[in-house]
């Protein structure tokens, strides 16, 4: 009995020799040892993707991982078998968090599907073009006055409008500045679901289930989700708590959470009131938060591209001179700054290793073993910076890769068109970002914005004159692969373009008003 107990666990960690290649494992272990605790994106294509192939596999203890290094891997499984990869692999932490009702997080089933539904209904191309169109526009228009009066302050400013956006999107309530409440609760929240999520900060719970039954006052990393649980539901809460109260007055407004409780309390609420307030919740964090970061991206490029800064403001100045800045009616006039928003995505993406599908059914590829409940890793830095598939030059900042690429990056998701990578940074499958719409709009009416408004340069010292370089690897390490705080300057091209500014945004703040 005790031999047979010792020969069971050390097949745990063993790879199934059906299986696709990859490392070596250890006994229990698997390849657990060899994962860094930061990193993990850059080690999954310049170690192993090319040493073992466009796909190959790893051994997390009992698990199994299947990591797609291979575009056309992605397509053939992810994209055209959706339904059988749309599942999530289990995350214990996050079921602690969340209470099992995060839609990132959880599987395919009815609920996750209904909150998947109301989000991309109220996140389409119609519903953002009709009805949101005038607030984007309006609320870029302060972005542009908050550069002018403190450009110091672009970090603050990028999270207060993309906030702002997602707020009155969501809400019906915008933020003024990014110190009130609706502009900077979501970072808040994402905060503490950041630090409780970041690889390396849980034991290897799910791996090893019986972790589980360790009690929560022993265990730091329990007590650390629930308290960050809690104080994300507080957060929500007064989120909602706004609404209802403005419903009880008799004013409703023209946003996703009026919509919804119209709905839902004439059909009956499909989830539960905690599973309601995390889908309002969720579209606000990605509407936010990787917008937000992926704008700075493009600022850190611009600052260290200023050819690219020139050949897009020939583009503008053609179409807009100074008496307007552009908008998004200018799109198919200005296919470069669609490219430079694609290389943003593509050159640093906003979630680096991507977020892992599951397998609800045994599938093979190419002769190869995909076990049942499988994850099923999209490294998605990786697919966009890999030589050895095609990408030349990958960390170079090279807005020209997609001249021949014109359309939104929606466009080509899904299609045989999948060599060109800049959408896998919204994901694949059914289980791409339903937010891509209005990211995409967000960005290229800021970048476009920005771009006629100022000039952004590496900044100088003060004293010596020299330029200050940024460095373009000084990103966070967590689950989002932000900038950290870097310095830029940001002036205006001239005293005409800072005219129209203050003239816009005279106009902006009568669209404010029944917002606020």
Not at 48 to 68: H, M, P, Q, R
Not at 290 to 296: D, G, N, P
Not at 454 to 482: C, R, S, V
């Amino acid at each position: 009995m005790i031999t047979y107990v010792i020969y069971r666990l050390l097949q745990v960690g063993r790879r199934d020799p059906r299986m696709p290649k990859g490392p070596p494992t250890l006994p229990v272990l698997g390849n657990l040892h060899q994962i860094p605790p930061t990193g993990f994106y850059r080690k999954l294509i310049r170690e192993w993707g090319k040493e073992y192939g466009g796909v190959f596999s790893l051994k997390f203890g009992s698990s199994n991982v299947i990591v797609l290094c291979d575009r056309k891997a992605v397509h053939d499984l992810v994209d055209k078998k959706g339904l059988m990869y749309a599942d999530r692999p289990h995350s214990y932490v996050g079921q602690l968090i969340t209470q099992g009702d995060h839609m990132v997080l959880s599987s395919n089933d009815p609920i996750t599907r209904e909150k998947r539904r109301a989000a991309t209904h109220n996140l389409s191309p119609r519903i953002i073009d009709e009805k949101l169109a005038p607030i984007q526009e309006s609320e870029i228009t302060q972005l542009m006055f908050d550069f002018l009066e403190t450009p110091e302050d672009f970090f603050k400013h990028f999270r207060r409008v993309t906030a702002s956006i997602a707020c009155t999107l969501v809400y019906g309530q915008r933020a003024p500045t990014y110190d009130s409440f609706w502009g900077h609760c979501v970072y808040d929240a994402l905060q503490f679901f950041g630090q409780a999520l970041e690889p390396g900060a849980n034991p290897p719970v799910d791996e090893f289930p019986f972790l589980k039954i360790w009690p929560t006052r022993w265990s730091y990393w329990k007590k650390r989700a629930f308290a960050s649980g809690a104080a994300m539901d507080a957060i929500w809460s007064k989120s909602r708590a706004f609404v209802e109260e403005r419903r009880r007055r008799g004013e409703k407004r023209d946003c996703v959470a009026d919509r919804l409780l119209d709905e839902y309390e004439e059909k009956g609420f499909p989830m539960t009131q905690h599973a309601f307030d995390n889908l309002l919740r969720e579209m606000v964090e990605g509407g936010a938060e990787t917008t937000s970061s992926s704008l700075l991206t493009l600022m850190l490029a611009l600052a260290k591209n200023p050819h690219i800064q020139e050949k897009a403001r020939k583009e503008i100045d053609a179409i807009c001179g100074t008496d307007r800045s552009p908008t998004w009616s200018d799109f198919k006039d200005m296919p470069y700054i669609n490219c430079i928003v694609k290389e943003g995505m593509c050159w640093r993406p906003v979630i680096s290793s991507g977020l892992p599908h599951r397998n609800n059914k045994e599938d093979e590829y190419e002769g190869m073993l995909i076990p049942k409940d499988s994850t099923i890793f999209i490294p998605i830095w990786a697919l966009q910076h890999s030589e050895h598939l095609g990408f030349k030059d990958p960390e170079s900042f090279n807005p020209d890769r997609y001249i021949n690429h014109p359309k939104l990056a929606n466009d080509y998701a899904g299609s045989p068109d999948y060599n060109m990578p800049h959408h896998y940074a919204y994901g694949a499958g059914r289980r791409m970002c339903p937010g891509i719409h209005l990211a995409e709009r967000n960005q290229w009416r800021m970048l476009s914005k920005i771009l006629w408004a100022f000039q952004i340069n590496e900044p100088t010292d003060p004293i010596t004159g020299k330029t200050i370089p940024i460095d373009p690897e000084a990103y966070e390490t967590g689950l989002l692969h932000a900038p950290l705080p870097f310095k830029a300057s940001i002036k205006p091209r001239s005293s005409a373009h800072i005219d129209t500014i203050r003239r816009e945004m005279a106009e902006a703040r009568k669209v404010f008003v029944k917002w606020e």
